[in-house]
Each structure stands twice: as C-alpha cells, then as structure tokens.
C-alpha cells in the first residue's frame, strides 16, 4: 500500500514539474514574439517574472515530493516515537504541531527568497522583514489556537467512531464555512488597517450598485495592501451580515472611479450568481471524497510505516496526501471557475461599462506584471480565471479595437 501511495505523489510530482517545464518553454518562445497587451519593456519583465517563477515552483514542487518521502520513510514513526504512542488529544496535538512546525522550517527558506529576492527584484513585495517575522507570529498564533482546537475536535472523533471520516468532514467543511464568515470581519483585519473609504462620490456610487443589484453590505472599505504588496486587488467578501466591499489601496491609486466600478461590479456579479456558494459546494464534495478514501484507507499502510494508526497520524496523512487531490480536482474546480468568470465579466461590463472594464483589465495586467500567454496545459491545470486575452476578446476588444487605439495609449506612460 505505501509503494502505491508513494508512486501517486511521485506521478503527481512528475506532472506537476513537466507542466512548469512546458510553461517556461511556451513563455519563451512567445517573449520573444511580438508584445500584446503590454509595452515591450513591460512585457518582458513580465515574461522574465513568469519565468523565475515556474522554476521556484519546480525547487517547490521537488522540496515537497522529499518532505513526503521523508514522513513516509521514518518521519512518522520517529515523531511518534518522540511524543509518544498514546491515542490520547494531547500525544495527537504534540505530534501534529510537530509535523507542521518542522515543514513550516523546512519550507521557510522558500517563502522568504520569493518575498525578499525574487518579489521585490521585480517591485512586487513591499514587506520588510519587521512586517514578515509580525505576520508569521500572528499565523502562527492563529494557527496554535483555531488550529489546536480543530485538531483536538478531530482527534476525539477519529479515536471514539468507527465512521469518523463522515464527522471530520462535517466539522471541516463547517469550519470553511465559519472562515468565510468572518475572514473579512474579524481575521483580515488582525493583518491590515480596514479604514471606511474617504472618497464619498465612489461610496455612494457603489452603495446605489449594492441597492440595484439587492445585495446588503456591512460597509465599503480600503485597505493598506501596499505595505506588503504593489498588486492590484479588491473582493466582495464574507457571507450573510457579514460581507463587506474591500478595495485595495493600490488599486484607488492606479484605477480611476469609473473603472473601479466596473471591476467591482465584476465581483458582484459572482455574489449576484452565487459563485460563492457554488464553490463552497464543489470544496464539500472534495472534502467528502477526500475524508471518504483517508478514512477507508486499510492499517496495514500505518503499519508499513512502522507507526500506530493514532488520530495524529491520519490527520498527519491527510495534509500530506492533500497535493494529489486538489491536483486532480483543479481542473475541474478550474473549468467551472472559468466559465463563472466571464459571467461576472458581463456583469461587471453591465454595472460599470465595457470599455470602464476593458481599460480596468488592461491596467491590472500591467500593473501585476501578468504575462498574457500561458501553455494550454498550464491553463487546464491551473487558471482559475481565463487568460486575459480571452476575457478581453469576450468583451469584445478584438473586434472593435485595435493596438494604437487610445484604450492602449496610457500603458506607453512611465
């Protein structure tokens, strides 16, 4: 069982790096070829950017495929050897913040050369180390606490039903459901200044959307999103009373009102046909099927590993098995997040105006530095949202502009 569990990840692996090789191979052939949609300077940076990026995600992708053999090979047994062998909720907590504390170290190199090398050598990241080593001790603070008490939820189920893979989905699929209630209201701001947004011309602009369109908000808000990051972003979040409209401050600075409102009309457009919660719904099927093949797995695979079957130990493998289902289950969360996207494009286009929208998606590209050509491999696998040209044909930008028009003539501007 361990040999076909190790050949999965290792298949899985395979792919994942043949894809990211594909990917650079595709965007240098087209770095080289004429520029769309960004200046040539741009354009390049942005080629070169995309580029560094598949190869860390490749140093990823080899570090994980290690950290996995390493757990399965002895790191288990050696961890439970440590903190004991007992089934009990503290021997399950000890051994599962050991297992993450020692993959967060392991991996922390990582996380700090694409914030501080490779990020910032592209005027990406804004954070300075201060800010970094804050926000990892608020993760961290948050993870010992909700994380503890999920685990210790899991653990007494795991250890007291025979079907307890049915409980841990529902308590983690409750639990998702409770992160985004209250990730806009009470988590986000533990990382960044919410602050109700001054220009009132814009405010009230968007609280007549809100009436037309017959979605409630508890308020619109801007963020200081630029001190970690230059990236351009707003989002529509929270459930029930909870949702609020949340702008970027970058976004303020470098998008005018009118275009503001088109991409803002673009997220209410996934409220407005309920994307949210069909996406809750096709992460419950995920976590079903995933709780469901977790818990049915047979102990001589505990065995092999030379490890008793406690609760830690499967929470443990759930963690680690995870990259092979969410791998398999992206391109289809990746097909139905497509399609939702160009509906909210036209929702968006309603709201705020086609041309607001096309000019909005035009300075995002620019701004976020987002080549515009990717493998098709690499689409099936990994985009959540079409690729921009296809957005912005499906608005209608092939057919009724062309590379000199006006739409075009603010990306020449440094």
């Known amino acids: 069982m361990v040999e076909i569990l190790i050949g999965l990840f290792t298949l899985y692996t395979l792919i994942r790096i043949y894809i990211s090789v594909m990917q650079i191979g595709y965007i240098s052939e087209f770095k080289h070829k004429e520029p769309i949609l960004l200046p040539p300077a741009k354009y390049q940076i942005a080629a070169n950017y995309a580029i560094k990026k598949e190869r860390l995600s490749i140093v990823e992708a080899t570090l994980e495929y290690l950290i996995f053999l390493f757990w399965i090979y002895g790191g288990f047994k050696w961890l439970q050897n440590l903190v004991g062998i007992e089934d009990n909720i503290t021997n399950n907590l000890l051994f599962l913040f050991g297992f993450f504390i020692i993959n967060y170290i392991i991996t922390l190199p990582i996380t700090i050369y694409k914030v501080f090398i490779l990020d910032k050598s592209f005027h990406f990241s804004n954070t300075t180390p201060k800010l970094f080593i804050i926000d990892q001790i608020k993760q961290a603070i948050i993870f010992f606490i909700v994380g503890g008490a999920i685990f210790a939820t899991l653990s007494y189920i795991i250890s007291n039903f025979e079907n307890w893979w049915i409980y841990g989905f529902i308590i983690i699929f409750l639990f998702i459901i409770l992160v985004n209630m209250l990730y806009p209201t009470l988590i986000a701001p533990l990382f960044n200044k919410f602050k109700p947004l001054e220009d009132k011309e814009l405010k009230t602009k968007i609280e007549d959307i809100l009436k037309e ?147 909005a998606l035009l300075k995002l590209v620019n701004e976020n530095k987002s080549f515009p050509h990717s493998h098709p491999l690499y689409i099936f696998f990994y985009y959540s949202h079409p690729p921009i040209i296809k957005r912005l044909e499906a608005l209608g930008y092939k057919d009724e502009y062309h590379k000199d028009n006006i739409l075009l003539s603010f990306l020449n501007e440094d």
């Open 213 to 359: 369109v017959g979605l409630s908000s508890d308020g619109v808000f801007t963020i200081d999103a630029s001190k970690r990051d230059s990236r351009l972003n707003a989002y529509f979040g929270g459930l029930g009373k909870s949702k609020r409209v949340v702008l970027f401050d970058t976004l303020l600075e470098k998008l005018n009102r009118d275009e503001i409102i088109a991409v803002l009309g673009h997220e209410l457009g996934h409220y407005s046909h309920k994307d949210i919660y069909k996406n809750i719904a096709t992460m419950g099927v995920f976590l079903f099927l995933l709780f469901f093949i977790v818990g049915n797995l047979p102990d001589s695979l505990f065995l092999e590993m030379g490890v008793v079957p406690t609760a830690g130990v499967k929470i443990a493998l759930i963690t680690l098995v995870i990259p092979i289902f969410s791998f398999i289950y992206m391109p289809i969360f990746g097909l139905i997040s497509r399609h939702n996207e160009y509906e909210a494009d036209k929702f968006g286009a309603k709201i705020g105006g086609k041309d607001n929208l096309i000019r």
